[in-house]
């Protein structure tokens, strides 16, 4: 099942390119166009870190439950 997450590992790359060139085709230079891309590309990993972050109900593991946990004498 696709999460928001994997949109997000999409979408930097295709963030850092098409900003890039676009800006490229719009006549910035190079360095410049890509500067701004990567900025665009950050911004994206802004806002899965930190305004939609991970919380640790959305998957389930092992060590989400106290009860599962091994100790040394298992």
Same mark, same amino acid.
């Given at each position: 099942m696709v999460c928001y997450y994997d949109y997000v590992l999409v979408l930097?790359?295709?963030?850092?390119?098409?900003? #890039? #060139?676009?800006?490229?085709?719009y006549g910035i230079p *190079?360095?410049?166009? *890509?500067?701004?891309g990567?900025?665009?590309?950050?911004?994206?990993v802004a806002h899965a870190l930190f305004v939609r972050a991970p919380t640790v109900g959305e998957r389930r593991s092992?060590?989400?439950?106290?009860?599962?946990r091994? #100790?040394?004498?298992d």
């Open positions: 930097i790359p295709g963030v850092l390119l098409g900003v #890039t #060139t676009a800006l490229s085709v *190079l360095l410049s166009a *890509l500067f701004v990567s900025g665009a590309a950050a911004l994206v092992v060590d989400a439950h106290p009860d599962s091994r #100790t040394d004498s």
